[in-house]
């Protein structure tokens, strides 16, 4: 059974700054690619970010690419995600997820059976 904890979220003025973590367990995370999503109020769940088992490959949502950064720390089982210059329209809850032998470019599309509570990330104008 996987297990996600996402940590980190909060309220944060408009161009402010926010470090989300997430720690995993119940998977072989030094080889599962990881990836972070949200959820706004009314909207469906989004991806946002993609990491490979390494962290050498990256991949991001069109509307984060340059403020938002993912990283990992495999020895920790932990994924991060690095948002800068945050925006109203980033309110959401985060959350991450990912699957082991999964490649980080298929994080994006899959369809993933369970979910952690997420994270709530609040931008204020």
């Known amino acids: 059974q996987v297990q996600l904890v996402e940590s980190g979220g909060g309220l944060v003025q408009a161009g402010g700054s926010l470090r989300l973590s997430c720690a995993a367990s119940g998977l072989a995370f030094s080889r599962a690619a990881m990836g972070w999503f949200r959820q706004a109020p009314g909207k469906e769940r989004e991806f946002v970010a993609a990491i490979s088992w390494l962290g050498s490959n990256k991949d991001f949502a069109d509307a984060v690419k340059g403020r938002f950064a993912i990283s990992r720390d495999n020895a920790k089982s932990t994924v991060y995600l690095q948002m800068n210059s945050l925006k109203p329209e980033d309110t959401a809850v985060y959350y991450c997820?990912?699957?082991?032998?999964?490649?980080?470019?298929?994080?994006?599309?899959?369809?993933?059976?369970?979910w952690g509570q997420g994270t709530q990330v609040t931008v204020s104008s």
């Open positions: 997820n990912g699957e082991t032998g999964l490649s980080y470019s298929e994080v994006r599309r899959r369809k993933f059976s369970s």
